[in-house]
């Protein structure tokens, strides 16, 4: 609206003529489209999930060559294999020279040595004082023995619940243990609860695992034996 037409006619313009004067160039309808395309670029971020890296090592290839030169080629898959349980024998103990000792140590794969407290509290340290972390075993059948700390004069045993603890009593039958070999190591299975697969363990933190929670393979349930003169 120019100022020439309103003092020609005398009169102020009407809303419906001033507003059809606007020029609609100002409004950007691109603003639109860009907030619409950031929002859809956000959902496909959130519908986005990492995948989880795979860590799978690949086959080896080894290339041989025969006596003219040709090459041969052999490919190897990589299987993660996993060592056998097998029932201790005690007529091969010669073979280990811990067991001509008349004490012993056990070291588990967790880096603690099992101890028995003059409490009975069972648990894993790292420096054990040399009384609580000696033991004495006993065979009792095929296969089977009873661990002692002849110091504190406790049986290592099972409750009901899969808590290991001290048991002075020896004729109960919580305290006998199968001896099984898994490779250099050897763990022990309780005989009464063998049905459930109860195994002695200790955890990463020194604390005994539960009997509910071991099973063959793990870590916690493999010791090594030391003797101690």
Known sequence: MSLRWIQENQEAPTCD??????DDSGTDDSYDTDMSNDNKND???DSWHRKKRETTRASTTTVTFGENGIPFYSTDKLE?????????????????????????????RTGYH??????????????????????????VSFGVVRIQNPETLHYLAFN???????ELKQNKDNTEWEQWSIGSYEAFRSRKYSLKGWWIGIKKN?????????????????FLIIGHN
């Open 17 to 22: 003529e001033e507003s059809s004067d606007i």
């Open 43 to 45: 959902n496909e971020d």
């Open 80 to 108: 993660r294999t996993t060592l056998p349980c097998v029932l201790w024998d005690p007529r091969k103990s010669i073979q280990n020279p811990a067991y001509q000792c008349q004490l012993i140590k056990f070291f588990c």
């Open 114 to 139: 099992l101890t028995i407290s003059t409490v009975g509290r069972v648990c894993g340290q790292r420096n054990p004082h040399e009384q609580i972390g000696l033991f004495h075993v006993t065979p």
């Open 160 to 166: 009901k619940k899969g808590h290991l603890y001290g």
């Open 206 to 222: 020194g604390r005994p695992k539960s009997g509910d929670k071991t099973e063959w393979g793990q870590k916690a349930i493999q």
